[in-house]
């Protein structure tokens, strides 16, 4: 986490001349945090590419355009993209730049919470394809990660509770304590003194566990507690589109963190029935997820839509067996945990009947 910008971007681009500097930003980005951006590392408009924002947008024709960019523009090897912008945009540039011309240095630059917290940190990149989320991607680590979080104060409050379910996320496999930091912190009168420490603890945890496994082969896994529900989740809404209930206020589709929220809350249901976690921990999440995030919708006839949508996840090992990281206390997660369908119907109905 950074609090001078300035100092930090110009350590990133080290020696590069601007025209070896190529930024790759979203509209939101653009509008309010990229002047920041610009103004330090005196860049022209012919190095930036604008693209709209949105999950939607995360695709093999976002890709290339980005590479069509990278090639109109005589970007070589030496060059260094700048990644200005949420998750949808640091997955994919990630990608786009870690694969042209076999890889050139990224920096990400992440302005919502949740591209902070989640996804600018660990190395995954990648993008959505054939409805299924980040099916194509690799892992590739950018040259840095800069967290500048006054970027924050702009974000829309339903952003910020995106990036929030991460948070809560990263608490639960944490510890008891961080749990009640975050339950505890009030998000409708933000102190940004602490929230500041909450997200730099938040990161820490993410890191540490990265870096004890890059690749997702064992301990990486407890990063997709919330997941395979909420993936899921998200697919459907993107596909589907309910009508937005009156709890909910986001219109469609749901936003990653929101569906991460409602996977949580699934999932806590799941690690109560099979790893006996304290109903209480459920209860406390359920209670937060309902005041904060509303209900999610979905009929019980669509049902074998999601759990058919799990079974493509490709967290699973096999078609036949869905996969899950689930807590049996908080701070201690068990990973390749399986469920049976009538166990996960049991955990749809009870987040859908919330
Ligand atoms: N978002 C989960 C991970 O980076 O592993």
Not at 116 to 132: I, N, S
Not at 177 to 191: C, Y
């Amino acid at each position: 986490m950074v609090t001078d910008l300035d100092l930090a971007l110009r350590n990133a681009v080290g020696l590069r001349k601007s025209n070896d500097i190529y930024v790759l930003t979203d509209d939101n980005s653009q509008k309010y945090c990229l002047p920041l951006v610009r103004q330090t590392l005196e860049l022209a408009d012919s190095h930036i590419l604008c693209l709209p924002h949105g999950e939607e947008q995360k695709t093999l024709a976002s890709v290339e355009t980005i590479w069509q960019f990278l090639i109109n523009q005589h970007a070589t090897r030496r060059s260094l993209l700048l990644i200005v912008g949420g998750g949808v945009l640091t997955d994919m540039g990630g990608f786009a730049a870690s694969t042209f011309k076999r890889g050139i240095p990224y920096v990400n630059i992440p302005t919502t919470l949740l591209a902070m917290v989640d996804a600018a940190q660990g190395g995954k990149t990648g993008f959505d394809y054939c409805g299924l989320k980040n099916e194509i991607g690799m892992f590739a680590s950018p040259k840095d990660t800069i967290v500048y979080p006054p970027f924050l104060k702009t974000l829309p409050h339903e952003q910020l509770l995106s990036g929030y379910a991460e948070m809560l996320k990263h608490a639960l496999i944490a510890s008891p304590l961080e749990l009640i930091h975050v339950l505890a912190f009030n998000l409708d009168d933000i102190d940004w003194e602490i929230f500041a420490e909450l997200i730099q603890r938040s990161i820490d945890i993410k890191q540490y566990i990265v870096e004890q496994d890059t690749e997702e082969t064992g301990l990486r896994k407890s990063l997709n507690f919330g997941h395979t529900v909420g993936h899921a989740l998200e697919e459907y809404y993107l596909s589907h589109r309910p009508e937005p209930g009156n709890d909910r206020p986001a219109a469609s589709p749901l936003t990653h963190g929101y569906a991460v929220m409602y996977g949580i809350v699934a999932e806590l249901y799941l690690s109560v029935s099979k790893l006996s976690l304290p109903q209480q921990t459920l209860t406390q999440v359920a209670h937060f997820m309902t005041e904060h995030y509303g209900k999610p919708v979905c009929p019980c006839k669509d049902y074998s839509v999601l759990i058919d949508l799990m079974r493509h996840d490709k967290k699973n090992n096999s078609d036949s067996e869905i996969n899950f990281s689930l807590l049996r206390q908080v701070g201690n997660c068990r990973i390749d945990q399986h469920c049976s369908e009538q166990e996960i119907t049991e955990a749809l109905d009870f987040l859908f009947n919330l």
